[in-house]
């Protein structure tokens, strides 16, 4: 587990055309969908108490440079301006990327498969770059970035191996907050 890392509240972007059509995006990209668009503005709704009290106490915005997150960002963080940071993109799934999951890995998804892409980054070089990116942090943040980043610095907050990693949820329109070694599912509750 790292230790005294602030908070934070990490986001997934929005649905994909390419998470329907179960395609590996790695470092390409693909537009947000309709319900992509909406998960963000649920997050938006979620985070507007959150992010006036982070940026109060010092704390940052950050957001992967990729446009799926971009995008997400520019509607979840209501305006707010946002520093990009590479090490927020998602795990480089070299030869794989812009292929269907079924074609190479069975219809697999997640972590353990993704690590192990030919001419990808793997598990190690994820994990050393999300490593340094959180032993950077001085105060709480909100992050908006990628599932299986996601899935690997919220199990090193939690101190969690791969193989724990792989078997996190993955949700989208929703945050996770990540305080004392633990995380929070945060979502907006069901309309009546």
């Known amino acids: 587990m790292l230790r005294d890392v602030p908070p934070i509240w990490f986001l997934r972007h929005g649905e994909t055309e390419w998470n329907l059509e179960k395609r590996i995006q790695g470092r390409r990209d693909s537009s947000l969908t309709a319900r992509g668009v909406g998960q963000a503005h649920a997050q938006a709704r979620l985070m507007s108490g959150i992010i006036p009290e982070v940026l109060g106490a010092g704390g940052g915005l950050f957001?992967?440079?990729?446009?799926?997150?971009?995008?997400?960002?520019?509607?979840?963080?209501?305006?707010?301006?946002?520093?990009?940071?590479?090490?927020?993109?998602?795990?480089?799934?070299?030869?794989?990327?812009?292929?269907?999951?079924?074609?190479?890995?069975?219809?697999?998804?997640?972590?353990?498969?993704?690590?192990?892409?030919?001419?990808?980054?793997?598990?190690?070089?994820?994990?050393?770059?999300?490593?340094?990116?959180?032993?950077?942090?001085?105060?709480?943040?909100?992050?908006?970035?990628?599932?299986?980043?996601?899935?690997?610095?919220?199990?090193?907050?939690?101190?969690?191996?791969?193989?724990?990693?792989?078997?996190?949820?993955?949700h989208q329109g929703c945050a996770y907050l990540l305080k004392e070694g633990g995380e929070t599912l945060l979502r907006e509750e069901a309309k009546a």
Do not use: K
Not at 71 to 98: C, K, P, Q, V, Y
Not at 129 to 140: D, K, N, Q
């Open 63 to 170: 957001v992967s440079p990729q446009g799926r997150a971009q995008a997400t960002a520019r509607i979840a963080l209501a305006g707010h301006g946002f520093a990009t940071d590479a090490r927020l993109s998602e795990i480089d799934t070299g030869d794989w990327e812009g292929q269907l999951r079924s074609e190479v890995v069975g219809g697999q998804d997640g972590l353990a498969a993704y690590a192990a892409a030919p001419g990808g980054e793997g598990f190690d070089g994820l994990s050393a770059r999300v490593t340094e990116f959180l032993s950077e942090l001085r105060a709480p943040a909100v992050i908006v970035s990628h599932g299986i980043l996601g899935q690997v610095l919220r199990g090193l907050i939690c101190g969690l191996g791969p193989d724990e990693m792989a078997r996190l949820s993955n």
